[in-house]
């Protein structure tokens, strides 16, 4: 019998489910058991044609249309998901493993948001007059045209609409292309804007590996690519963009500083490295995997962090009681296993954790490294799964110098009750979203990126708006024009 979790065809084109066999077969495979549950097959060059062309010419009209209308039909998409929430919610727990009392709050919850959100200001995108004496300026606000969205595995719901409903806010089509590792959500959110009114080929889905992502990235018509990875892929994709004189977002990896002081309340100190390191079972970008806490509290929060990580509960992810669930892939799970056998051998003190965890699935068990010196490799790379470093430190100046020593700058948060020096820190550290008491919210209200490697662009809020449009100046002369001859 066919799992549930079985898409009618691989791809979605110009408003229909499309299938091409004679592209690689994709298994998925789900987490929990390490049973193959569906398959799609890779996008063919005839079917990356097909999206292409298909989304190019559905753009004008779409951008024609006005703000209202569009807006309209991102708000009764968003609608649609929140109504559907459960089924899509055991759909991303199928691609993903996340535990289901994760998916039902912050997968196609998040990505209705985005589409409620951007809906509502798609109205409001206008342009600026500009007085000069008798002669003006207007500008215009104007679509970028025809843009490429491309996926990580770890939210594959939350990441086509934190692209798609931006993109199409501004009068932009787009061809999503999801990880192949969890191809199954993007299907749904494209299914869901045509049952809204989109007109089709505004929203394609295509999948594949790298070399479908690279085939759409180097297309002459493509004028815009937003990329959710790694850095390494970051760096191709942004080089590849670089060669068509294409826009970018590039939302990419970190290795994100979590500074909790001697005067924090432990236990939100606590929960805040709880959810900087273990939600999604840490495969989480903006996760702050280099908890630096200050020497007189250190033995008191490693006490309260064993005691509270030890409830953790681990199982199948559609038991709603599940709070941890597997990594993604059996690979990612080696991986992580691997760096764990490094924080062991480079001499970091394991406080829990540190193995795969004795069931079926790829499960890894929370893990907590204490006496992690800033030369290891678990504080220097990133992990991308449940293993967080707690490294000591003094005083401020030597842990903002250190939280800095870093090519990534996506994320960063402290934990302290004194004000002052919390906007103080939080203004001298290299990192994009931020945090003071809290970790990992991301309300799509507020703009999220990095800097430095770990990426260029905002996603979410106004600023997504200015990545997914660009600004016409219309110079207009009410008098004679004057020439030199
Ligand atoms: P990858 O960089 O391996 O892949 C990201 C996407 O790019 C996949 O869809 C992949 O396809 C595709 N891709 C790979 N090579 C190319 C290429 N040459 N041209 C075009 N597309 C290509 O990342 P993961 O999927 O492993 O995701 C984990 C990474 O994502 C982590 O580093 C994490 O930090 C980062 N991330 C960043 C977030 C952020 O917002 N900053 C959020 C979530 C994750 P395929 O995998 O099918 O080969």
Redesign the pocket.
Known sequence: MTHPAQPKASHFINGEYVEDTAGTPIPVIYAATGEQIATVHAATPAIVEQALSTAKAAQKAWAKMTGTERGRILRRAADIMRERNHELSVLETYDTGKPLQETLVADATSGADALEYFGGLAASLTGEHIPLGEDWVYTKREALGLCVG??????PTQ?ACWKGAPALACGNSMVF?????TPLCALKVAEILIEAGAPAGVFNVVQ???????A??TDPRVDKVS????????K??YA?AAEGMKHVTM????KSPLIIFDDADIDNAVGGAINGNFYSSG????NGTRVFVQKGIKEKFLARLAERTGNAILGDPMDEATSFGPMVTENQMNIVLGYIEKGKEEGARLICGGKRADMDGYFIEPTVFADVTDDMTIARE?I?GPVMSVLDFDTEEEVVARANDTEFG?SAGVFTKDFTRAHRVIGNLEAGSCFINSYNDAPVEAP???VKA??VGR?NSKEAIKHFSQVKSVYVRMGDVEAAF
């Open positions: 491309i996926g990580a595995w770890n939210y990441i292309k999801p990880s192949e590792t594949g590996m790298g070399e479908v992502g690279g759409l990235v990329l959710t990875g790694s850095v390494p892929t970051g191709k994709v590849a939302e990419l990896g970190g495969q989480v970008c903006s990133e991308f996506l999220f990126g990095g770990s990426g996603e």
